[in-house]
């Protein structure tokens, strides 16, 4: 039998101020796009039902990058500096009442693919009881992205500061199905180093 997907939004978060990198990493290149660019890309071409970005209206170019044709909405995230759970909650505001979830994914990771988005799509769909939450696990390491029912998505008003997600994971751990990868986890970017080893990787 045919599994019926269930609409998923995704939301990007990228209005972070890339203090640690000391330059807005979101926009520096790889493999012919900027690291913001791979990510809007993988998530345009998945199964996701609709995509929004949360940018930083600090930076104009990031929000020019955030335009690319098929997104659906670009939020300008005038509370970036509260850090990530203001984004989140701004994310939140833009999804349609009919969502049956919503997938989180970071701006800074360009090396998650549509393959990941969608095992964790398609795992949610396939239970008969929807999972409050959809964890991607790979080789026994959780990472992103992350799927949560709408039924959770109160709790998100009660996070603060860089937290995002992980305190709502925490408390309904035992409602959490893990979607298992069989690669190893992307790593996110946040400096100077972590970029040279992606160039590196991009000549190997």
């Not at 670009?74 to 509260?82: D, F, G």
């Not at 398609?122 to 409050?132: G, H, N, T």
Request: proline share 4%; with cysteine.
């Amino acid at each position: 039998m045919d599994i019926v997907t269930k609409k998923i939004w995704g939301i990007i978060l990228a209005a972070g101020f890339s203090r640690r990198m000391g330059t807005a990493k979101l926009l520096l290149p790889y493999k012919g796009k900027s690291i913001l660019g791979h990510v809007m890309e993988q998530s345009l071409n998945s199964k996701l039902s609709g995509i929004s970005v949360v940018v930083n209206p600090q930076i104009p170019e990031l929000v020019k990058e955030a335009y690319l044709p098929g997104i659906d909405k670009v939020i300008l995230n005038e509370q970036a500096s509260k850090g990530l759970s203001a984004s989140i909650k701004s994310g939140l505001l833009s999804v349609p009442a009919d969502t049956a979830g919503v997938m989180f994914l970071l701006g800074d990771m360009p090396l998650i693919t549509l393959h990941e988005i969608n095992k964790v799509i398609e795992d949610y769909s396939a239970q008969k009881d929807a999972p409050l939450i959809v964890q991607s696990s790979y080789k026994n390491q959780k990472g992103h992205p992350v799927l949560f029912d709408r039924r959770l998505f109160p709790e998100f008003y009660f996070v603060d500061g860089d937290e995002g997600g992980k305190s709502i994971i925490n408390k309904y751990k035992r409602q959490v199905y893990y979607s298992n990868m069989e690669t190893s986890m992307a790593s996110d970017i946040d400096t100077d180093v972590d970029y040279q080893k992606l160039l590196r990787e991009e000549v190997c």
